[in-house]
């Protein structure tokens, strides 16, 4: 069992080609055959060095280790004149000395009318006179296959079941270019075969090209492989995947902080399932489950809420500390640690207290920076609401004297001596709790205030309440 994921290097790794590549992974794993892992880099203008490594770095972290390769098309060349050479022997292929405005021009009037706008053989009656003549005027020429003049081509898909089409559709099509490289078609046949890969899954947008490829592997002999198509994945609006529903790359989703083993439990659901609909899934237990068979005919959802839901349930699985440590990249950025390897126990402390509401690695020093950080900001309209009332310079001068006097600075100490504050004051809960949190905190919203001041301190804690009082309360 032999399977290959074939990215080009000519742009950044999209939502679609990853899923594309975690099929494949999976499939061979739970196989135990191989994942091979080609970089389709015959396209020279476009094709880019940085989009290869962002490429690798990026499967790497997703955990799609290959088990071969990469194979770099371009430093195939060899292989495919090779090929070349048999299909001229067996007289399987001829030059056509077509120009591109002639070619153009044929389609035009074959749309005009109403034929198919395929080649239409002509190169392929040329007598030696007519060779000759486009030989000594310096014509450029292309190599073609001849198809089959009758007939169909079929495969049986193993998502789609089967499929057929006329070879009529297909004309004569161009295996290797007029500047030396092949197309795509002919280097991906060519390159399946080489590499013995016995089970091709890919994007059904490919559909049109497997046909082709396999004219191409009965041209060549070889032996024909499986194939599976599977459905595009669509937005949440039925339409395809466009930057505002979830196609950004890769790289982009990891900046924002979604975790590897998240975002591919999420993928592997976008057009496959278990029969029990099973959500959440542990690494091995997806090796161990993925089937092919299980593959859905209809286009996958992509829905970024869902996603974030599954990123937070991921990420809330882990402990605090290692949540610091997958976010220490963020957290640093921010100022809010200096060493990535040594995570401070008040960003760890901080966390926890926070950790329900995390749905992103990105989003957690904006959740947690004001109880690590020295100088805080006030927003406006805490301050308004809760500071700007009668009674709180009271509140608060009271609360600073209770936290002086109290020894061990703790949640269940803090909650016995306010509370009691309460009922001394016959204030309700809310009148005190609510300044005490944007005094010490700047905003309304946050963990349980008895949480909030033991993480932020006792010390830092009086130093906050007086600025507060001292600044903002009338």
């Not at 094709?47 to 770099?72: Q, R, V």
């Not at 001829?94 to 198919?116: I, M």
């Not at 599977?230 to 990891?254: I, N």
């Not at 306010?418 to 204030?427: G, N």
Request: proline share 3%; net charge positive; hydrophobic share 35%.
């Amino acid at each position: 069992m032999r399977v290959r994921f074939a990215p080009s290097p000519t742009g950044y790794l999209h939502i679609g080609g990853v899923r594309t590549a975690l099929y494949n992974y999976l499939f061979s794993h739970h196989s135990g055959g191989k994942f091979i892992l080609r970089i389709e880099d015959t396209d020279l203008k476009r094709s880019e060095d940085e989009y290869t490594k962002i490429i690798l770095d990026g499967l790497k972290w997703l955990g799609l280790d290959w088990d071969e390769g990469p194979y770099f098309q371009s430093k195939r060349m060899a292989l495919y004149k090779e090929a070349l050479n048999y299909l001229i022997e067996k007289d399987r292929v001829y030059k056509c000395y077509c120009t591109p405005d002639e070619l153009s021009q044929r389609r035009e009037e074959a749309r005009k009318q109403g034929c198919p706008p395929g080649y239409d053989g002509r190169c392929r009656k040329l007598d030696e006179n007519k060779i000759k003549e486009y030989k000594n005027s310096g014509r450029n020429y292309v190599y073609r296959i001849k198809t089959p003049d009758k007939g169909a081509v079929s495969f049986k898909d193993i998502v789609k079941g089967k499929i057929e089409i006329d070879t009529g559709i297909l004309s004569d099509f161009v295996l290797f270019k007029s500047d030396g490289m092949p197309t795509y078609n002919f280097a991906c046949a060519v390159d399946d075969s080489n590499l013995e890969i016995t089970h091709i899954i890919r994007g059904d947008d490919h559909v049109s090209n497997t046909h082709k490829q396999i004219l191409l592997y009965r041209a060549l002999d070889k032996e024909i492989p499986e194939f599976a198509h599977l459905p595009q994945v669509h937005g949440t609006d039925g339409k395809r995947l466009s930057k505002r529903t979830g196609a950004v790359s890769l790289d982009e989703y990891r900046e924002k902080g979604y975790l590897p083993e998240a975002l591919r439990n999420y993928l592997v659901l976008l057009g496959w399932s278990t029969k029990d609909s099973q959500q959440i899934f542990k690494w091995e237990e997806l090796k161990n489950k993925f089937k092919l068979t299980r593959c859905g005919k209809s286009a996958g959802v992509f829905d970024l809420e869902k996603l974030n839901w599954m990123n937070g349930k991921y990420i809330r699985s882990l402990s605090s500390a290692e949540i610091a440590q997958r976010a220490a990249g963020w957290l640093k950025k921010e100022g809010l640690i200096e060493d990535k390897s040594r995570i401070p126990d008040k960003v760890i402390e901080a966390i926890e207290v926070e950790k329900d509401k995390i749905k992103l690695l990105s989003e957690i020093p904006e959740l947690v920076d004001y109880m690590i950080k020295d100088n805080i900001i006030y927003q406006e309209k805490a301050v308004k609401k809760r500071l700007k009332k009668e009674g709180v310079r009271d509140i608060l001068k009271k609360v600073i004297d209770i936290i002086e006097n109290i020894g061990d600075f703790n949640e269940e100490n803090l909650e016995k001596a306010i509370r009691a504050m309460c009922e001394e004051t016959h204030l309700g809960a809310g009148k005190i709790f609510h300044p005490v949190r944007v005094a010490v905190s700047g905003r309304m919203k946050g963990p349980g205030v008895f949480e909030l001041l033991r993480v932020i301190g006792k010390q830092k804690t009086i130093e906050r309440l007086q600025y507060a009082l001292d600044k903002y309360v009338d």
